[in-house]
């Protein structure tokens, strides 16, 4: 079993560029089932939620070829539309699948996904969403199945602005006859990637980044090159670990308006930025400041995804900090992980609070999920000493090969 092994109490240096972002990368490969054609991506991070996707691609028939950061699927030929337990059980995103095969083929089957290490992840919104298009849905129990019968354009009403119904609803409807209207959708950056692509390749999508997205059905799509967008959530992450470090660092290859919902926060906890093109200088010269409140909300407020990562950072400020979920109900699994550090964090329900301790101390601990996970790290690169970290798979679910990006950020870091 891998582990990480962190000397910590260094401050950061350094410069790292980051890498894809997972959240579009994800729909993307599901996106390319819908092209007759050929898929060139590039920036496309070796997470193995990646893995995952790709063998979900070649197990539908696609051809899959990687070169470096860049995927390239050949989808001429998709001969299944049933996604089996063995993937779905192991990537929860892979629902989306559900729209693209659905649309390409006519009917789709996956397993259906379960729950997960953050709580329950109901796809209610996903299913009614391509029932609204006129697919018929149903399920057995162990199975969800939508075939494509009278499929029409329509409008859908999102009670919540979810990512992956979104990106479900958009993916089924590519070929529908007529205007879709999703209203109250997710304006996430990923999902902005995601139309780019599909228009690229074709599509008439209009609205992304808007709460209206509108989809005018088109008959095919074509072979299509694409660079997914840089990793917003890396860049907090990076940003957190050099908060709790303290240092200087330089992000390459940012996109500085993506980060607009947490570089407000990483202001007040009194972490400097300067910016040039696609790079960010990030200083932070004295112990952080606490923050009244964060909350996560969907973009463009906090995300929920930077929520451990800036908790693990912000357990060493001044003061008292309150951080409220609003997202997922049970995200706060690695608090009992950092308080091994001796952080000093209680949970209430949706809330935690996080009274900043002077310093942190060397600690055995084990990643709950993947963002708590890039929590411990931080924790343990912020202690004195020399801390373990177990169940790192879940890091590298997201995070590409972390040790050695933080590596490059000055970091004692080694796996082992
Ligand atoms: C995506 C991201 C994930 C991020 C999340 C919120 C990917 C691969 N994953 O997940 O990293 O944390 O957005 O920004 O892009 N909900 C329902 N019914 C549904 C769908 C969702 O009730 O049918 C609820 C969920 O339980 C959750 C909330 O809506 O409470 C947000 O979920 P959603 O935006 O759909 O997140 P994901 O797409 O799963």
Do not use: W
Not at 128 to 146: E, P, Q
Not at 179 to 197: G, M, R, V
Not at 298 to 313: E, H, I, L, R, S
């Amino acid at each position: 079993m891998e582990k990480l092994v962190i000397n910590g109490n260094k401050k950061l240096s350094g410069c790292l560029k980051l890498h894809g972002a997972k959240n579009s990368v994800l729909p993307i490969l599901c996106a390319t089932v819908l092209v007759k054609g050929v898929c060139v991506i590039h920036n496309c991070p070796d997470l193995t939620d990646v893995d995952v996707t790709v063998n979900i691609l070649k197990h539908l028939g696609a051809g899959v070829y990687r070169y470096g950061d860049t995927i390239v699927v050949d989808s001429r030929n998709i001969t299944s539309s049933n996604i089996l337990q063995e993937y779905m059980s192991e990537l929860r995103s892979s629902i989306i699948f559900l729209g693209a095969l659905a649309s390409r083929t006519g009917e789709a089957c996956l397993y259906l996904p379960g729950g997960c290490d953050i709580g329950l992840r109901p796809i209610d919104l996903h299913l009614k969403g391509l029932k609204s298009l006129g697919y018929n849905v149903f399920t057995n129990g162990y199975d969800v199945c939508a075939v494509k019968e009278n499929t029409v354009g329509t409008e859908i009403v999102l009670p919540f602005p979810s990512v992956g119904a979104t990106e479900n609803i958009i993916l089924a409807s590519v070929f529908v006859k007529g205007k879709t209207t999703i209203i109250n959708s997710a304006k996430e950056p990923e999902i902005a990637d995601l139309c780019d692509f599909l228009n690229k390749a074709g599509a008439k999508i209009s609205g992304a980044s808007t709460h209206t997205i509108e989809i005018i059905g088109v008959d095919s799509l074509h072979s299509v090159e694409h660079t997914v967008i840089p990793d917003r959530i890396l860049a907090s992450t990076m940003i957190s670990a050099c908060c709790a470090c303290k240092g200087k660092i330089v992000l390459e290859g940012v996109n500085i308006s993506h980060l607009m919902p947490t570089k407000a926060v990483f202001g007040e906890m009194g972490c400097e930025f300067g910016s040039k093109d696609d790079r960010i200088t990030v200083s932070v010269k004295r112990r952080i400041s606490r923050v009244r409140l964060i909350e996560t909300m969907a973009y463009p407020g906090f995300p929920t995804d930077c929520q451990a990562p800036v908790m693990a950072a912000l357990s060493v400020a001044h003061g008292t900090s309150i951080v409220k979920e609003n997202i997922f109900e049970n995200r706060f699994r690695h608090v009992e992980q950092l308080n091994h550090f001796g952080a000093d964090i209680a949970v209430n329900d949706r809330l935690a609070i996080i009274n900043g301790v002077p310093e942190l101390h060397c600690a055995n601990a084990k990643c709950t999920d993947l963002r708590g996970g890039a929590a411990v790290v931080i924790c343990a690169l912020a202690a004195y000493g020399e801390s373990e970290i177990t169940d790192i798979n879940h890091i590298d679910r997201g995070y590409e090969k972390i040790e050695n990006q933080l590596t490059k950020l000055g970091a004692e870091i080694k796996r082992v």
